[in-house]
């Protein structure tokens, strides 16, 4: 138990409007020059996943931050915990041991500092009232902003019947070890978020299915031929480009096609397609090369009879290069269509493996899925597998958590829009009943990850008073 004085809890029945947050607002707007200090002190830190070492199992630099942003939640009154460098905890202590969990993360993606125009990815820097830098939005902006706001609620002695529970994750961008280091140690918190999402609020999260499709057939050796095919760079990334080396003396059919070119490389010939890369869940931004490449080539003959069979029941099958409809899989549950883009393809003398990133609705099923792919691979002769599988989440709006949530950003906000469905995963899904709420506004073309990665003062701001209600509704 805290030793805190309760004595205020005598007759509050946590109604928020008992709670003066005009007061804990004004409290944060005078705050704000050290949340920021502390913000780009921790973006300072390069906490790029790097090679272990003692105490240090995501590397030093991760360590560093996480030490930073321990000391961070000491001084603003938390009782904080370092749990074998894997994740942080910093606890508000409630008058139960039931928790409310903030599940946020101190590592970041690694920034190329030649693509960085404002400043360097981890010599933050503010400009017209941005906050530029790597992780500036994932997720260091908003883990400061939550740390904050549930830490202004302590100073005002508003009482809390939960324990507030932040998680600070150190891997969430390169395997998630953290989390399950933290679930082989402790309980999931009873319920919270992660400011890792979008605003409103993210209340589903499709399913994530990468499948490859195996196809072989007889080598040629000899003639004008196929030699190889290479499309794509990852299995959750629509290709920018894609590839076929043939042998001397291959002859294909050319009438300017848009985006493909022909030319000559050791003697070889190479076609090679150009398009436009997006996110593996968000197919309809992008221009698929793989597939404008098997198409150009369908229309071809070449040897060996194998590749160029397969090529064409390809083009057939990938007509629709984003839903899914021609591989059987278009599916709708009104809320989330499935999503389907071929993203990898390798062919050889003698084979082919091709791998789609295929995200399914949020009220869809994994194994109706897995039916329809292996129907499809026993249909073909095809080989599958599935090296990912991640189940859908989805609670409804008027669950408990979303309607606490969606009225705490509302609140500060005025924001009316409904909660989204992304067809990305987030940190949300570690553990149940938790659901990713901010801080990228769902309309934005989505910064995290990229370069020039920013997070607005305002933001900064905003998100301060919304998760100092958000946690107030849940832990009250
Ligand atoms: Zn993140």
């Known amino acids: 138990m805290s030793d805190r004085d309760w004595t205020g809890l005598l007759g509050f029945d946590g109604d928020p409007a008992q709670v003066d947050f005009d007061r804990i607002d004004a409290a944060l707007e005078s705050y704000y020059p050290q949340m920021e200090r502390d913000l780009l002190a921790l973006i300072s830190y390069p906490s790029v996943q790097g090679e272990p070492d003692w105490r240090a199992p995501f590397g030093q630099d991760v360590r560093d931050a996480l030490d930073f942003a321990l000391g961070v939640a000491v001084t603003l009154g938390f009782r904080a915990e370092d749990v074998d460098g894997y994740v942080g905890l910093a606890d508000l202590e409630g008058y139960s041991d039931e928790q409310v969990g903030v599940l946020c ?6 920034a190329r500092a030649e693509d960085w125009t404002v400043c360097p990815p981890f010599e933050p820097c503010v400009k017209e009232g941005r906050i530029y830098g790597r992780g500036a939005l994932d997720d260091k902006g908003p883990t400061i902003a ?3 706001g549930a830490a202004v609620l302590a100073d005002f002695g508003v009482p809390l019947s939960k324990t507030v529970r932040f998680i600070l994750g150190c891997n969430e961008e390169s395997g998630m070890e ?10 999931p918190p009873a319920l919270g978020f992660t400011p890792d999402g979008r605003f409103p609020l993210v209340n589903g999260e499709k399913g994530i299915c990468h499948f490859a499709l195996s196809a072989r057939w007889p080598a040629e050796d000899n003639g004008p031929r196929l030699l190889s095919l290479r499309a794509g760079s990852a299995a959750n990334i629509v290709p920018a480009r894609a590839e076929a080396v043939f042998s001397p003396d291959t002859e294909l059919r050319f009438h300017g096609e848009e985006g493909i070119t022909l030319s000559q490389r050791d003697g070889c010939l190479v076609v090679t397609a150009e398009g436009k890369a997006a996110h593996g869940s968000l197919p309809e931004q992008g221009r698929n090369a793989l597939t404008e490449l098997v198409r150009f080539l369908a229309g071809q003959s070449f040897a060996p009879e194998g590749a160029h069979a397969y090529l064409s029941r390809l083009a057939q099958l990938l007509a629709d290069d984003k839903y899914g409809a021609g591989l059987g899989l ?3 549950d009104g809320l989330s269509p499935l999503t389907c883009s071929p993203n990898l393809l390798e062919i050889d003398g003698d084979g082919a493996t091709l791998t789609c990133d ?5 009220r869809g099923k994994s194994d109706d ?6 129907a499809l691979a026993a249909a073909e002769g095809w080989e599958l597998s599935v090296p990912t599988l991640h189940q859908p989440l989805y609670m409804a709006p008027d669950t408990e958590l979303a309607r606490e949530l969606l009225a705490a950003y509302r609140e500060v906000s005025g924001d009316p829009h409904e909660p989204i469905v992304m067809g990305c995963g987030t940190y949300a899904k570690a ?9 990228e506004a769902a309309e934005s073309p989505g910064l995290a990850h990229q370069a020039d990665e920013y997070f607005s003062s305002a933001d900064l701001l905003l998100c301060a008073k919304v998760y100092a209600r958000a946690i107030y509704r849940l832990a009250k």
């Open 178 to 187: 953290c989390v399950k280091y933290y679930l082989s140690k402790f309980d």
């Open 105 to 110: 993360h101190l590592d970041v993606v690694p």
């Open 431 to 439: 553990f149940p009943n938790f659901l990713a709420f901010g801080a």
């Open 358 to 362: 295929c995200r399914f609705p949020v």
């Open 369 to 374: 899925l897995l039916a329809k792919l292996n």
């Open 146 to 148: 939550a740390l904050y």
């Open 330 to 332: 278009a599916e709708d």
